[in-house]
C-alpha cells in the first residue's frame, strides 16, 4: 500500500468555497479510480488548514490519480485558493 498526506493551508475567504471542490474530488477519487482505498479530508481548529490523508494500492494508483481529469479540474479549480501545499508519500503502510 501507498499512502499520501497532504496539508494545504488556504488563503483567507476561501475555505467556503475550498471544501466542496475537495469534497467531491475525494469523493470522485474513491468511486472511479479502483487503486484509491481510502481518502479523507480532515479539519482542525485552524479554519486555514485543511489536511488529507489518501491510502492507494500503489504508487502507480497515486500516479493515475494525479492524470485524472477529475483530479485536473480540481488542481485547476482550487489552485488560487491556496497558500501553500505540503504533500509527503509513504511507500509502506503497516497495519
Known amino acids: 500500500m ?7 493551508t488556504l488563503k483567507p ?4 468555497t475550498f471544501l466542496p471542490l475537495m469534497v467531491e474530488n475525494a ?18 481548529d485552524d479554519p486555514a488548514t485543511v ?8 504508487g502507480a494508483a497515486f500516479a493515475a490519480h494525479l492524470e485524472s481529469a477529475h483530479f ?5 479549480a482550487v489552485a488560487d485558493m491556496i497558500a501553500t501545499k505540503t504533500v509527503h508519500k509513504y ?3 503497516i497495519r
Open 72 to 76: 485536473q479540474s480540481f488542481d485547476t
Open 2 to 8: 501507498f499512502a499520501v498526506t497532504v496539508t494545504f
Open 51 to 58: 489536511f488529507l490523508y489518501e491510502i492507494y494500492d500503489e
Open 13 to 16: 475567504g476561501t475555505r467556503d
Open 91 to 93: 511507500s509502506e503502510v
Open 27 to 44: 469523493s470522485t477519487s474513491l468511486r472511479d479510480e479502483p487503486g484509491c482505498r481510502q481518502f479523507d479530508v480532515c479539519l482542525g
